[in-house]
C-alpha cells in the first residue's frame, strides 16, 4: 500500500509539473504572438504613412514582426528555463535538508529506575555490557536501534515535540520522551524517559 501511494504522489506530482511549464509555455508563445501582430500593425502603419508600396510594406512588416516573434520566444523560453532550473535547485535543497541525518552510538550510560522497592541506579558502559545503542537523529525524527544477536533490531521512532526548558530538543512517542544536548562537535547527551519501566537513562554519544 505504501508503494502505491508513493506510486500516485510521484504521478500526481509529475504531471502537475508537466501542467506547469505547458502554461508557462502557452503563456510565452500568447504573448510573442501579440508581439509579433503590433509589430506588423505598427510597421504597416508607417511603411503606408511613408507611400511604400503595398508589396513592400507587407515584406517589411512580415520581416519585422518575424524578427520579434523569434527574439521574444528566445527570451521567454530563457526566463521559463531560468524558472524550472530556480524550481529544482530548490527542490534539491530541501530534499537534501530532509535527508540530512547523524547517527550516534551511545557508550556511557547512568540509569535511575524507580520500582515498588524504591530507587535502583546503574551506570557504567555498554560496551561492556555487549549491548549496543545506536540513534539517527535529523530535526523532525529520532529513530533509537538496539541490535539484539539472533532476532529483529529493537526499533523505536519519535518525532520532534520542542525545545525544553533546559535548551535540549524533545522527542517523543507513545512509550518514551526523549531529551538530546549537543555537547561538543562530535558528542551529544540523550536522556531517555521511559514510561512503561519508570527509568531515565541518561546516555553519552558519539557521532559516526
Avoid: W
Avoid at 31 to 60: E, W
Avoid at 146 to 164: Q, W
Amino acid at each position: 500500500m505504501a508503494i502505491n501511494v508513493l506510486r500516485s504522489d510521484t504521478i500526481i506530482a509529475f504531471d502537475t509539473q508537466r501542467l506547469r511549464d505547458f502554461m508557462a509555455g502557452l503563456v510565452v508563445f500568447i504573448i510573442c504572438v501579440i508581439l509579433a501582430v503590433l509589430t506588423f500593425r505598427k510597421v504597416s502603419n508607417y511603411s503606408r504613412n511613408k507611400g511604400r508600396g503595398k508589396f513592400r510594406t507587407l515584406i517589411t512588416s512580415l520581416g519585422m514582426s518575424f524578427i520579434v516573434f523569434v527574439v521574444s520566444v528566445g527570451i521567454g523560453s530563457g526566463v521559463v528555463s531560468q524558472d524550472k532550473s530556480t524550481d529544482a535547485k530548490a527542490s534539491t535543497s530541501t530534499s537534501t535538508e530532509k535527508a540530512k541525518t547523524n547517527v550516534y552510538k551511545c557508550d556511557k550510560f547512568d540509569a535511575i529506575i524507580q520500582t515498588r522497592q524504591g530507587t535502583k541506579s546503574d551506570s557504567g558502559y555498554y560496551s561492556d555490557k555487549g549491548i549496543l545503542i545506536y540513534y539517527t537523529i535529523s530535526d523532525n525524527e529520532l529513530i533509537s536501534r538496539m541490535p539484539i544477536p539472533g532476532d529483529k533490531d529493537s526499533v523505536y521512532t519519535a518525532k520532534f515535540n520542542k525545545i525544553a526548558a533546559d535548551g535540549s530538543r524533545k522527542y517523543g512517542n507513545s512509550s518514551s520522551n526523549y531529551f538530546v544536548s549537543v555537547l561538543n562537535d562530535n558528542n551529544i547527551k540523550v536522556i531517555d524517559v521511559e514510561f512503561n519501566h519508570n527509568a531515565t537513562i541518561t546516555q553519552i554519544c558519539s557521532k559516526q
